[in-house]
């Protein structure tokens, strides 16, 4: 039976007929449950989404996002996190920062040196709200 299915042109028969098959030989798939390695966190304080999925800005520093991006390094078992603030006007990164360690001091030196940069400005600041 291996050789009669070793040699079966996987692209001539239906997932229907390939579950039968499975089923008259006893083979099941066994899938694994992903696992979250990290602690959930719920904020003790958020502010109200006024930003509401409006992503356009007619002037410059009305609107910044940001965000956490997890890297993986080859090679190495560490985590990179790359901290980015977006003006939505320009869709320009203007303030980024890279560290081994997610946390909220990553994003708040970030927010402390795009204040710096621009101290003038008074945009709606919206993250992902988790961190």
Do not use: C, Q
């Amino acid at each position: 039976m291996k050789i009669f299915i070793n040699k079966l042109n996987h692209n001539s028969f239906s997932e229907g007929y390939i579950h039968i098959l499975m089923n008259v030989l006893g083979i099941t798939a066994r899938i694994r449950i992903k696992k979250v390695n990290r602690i959930r966190v719920k904020p003790k304080y958020t502010k109200e989404n006024i930003l509401s999925r409006d992503f356009s800005a007619g002037v410059p520093n009305e609107k910044w996002l940001t965000d956490v991006t997890e890297f993986s390094i080859p090679g190495d078992s560490r985590k990179l996190y790359l901290s980015a603030f977006m003006d939505i006007y320009d869709n320009s990164i203007f303030e980024y920062d890279f560290s081994f360690k997610n946390n909220n001091h990553l994003v708040f030196s970030m927010f402390d040196k795009a204040v710096k940069k621009y101290p003038d400005a008074r945009p709606i600041f919206h993250s992902d709200r988790r961190f």
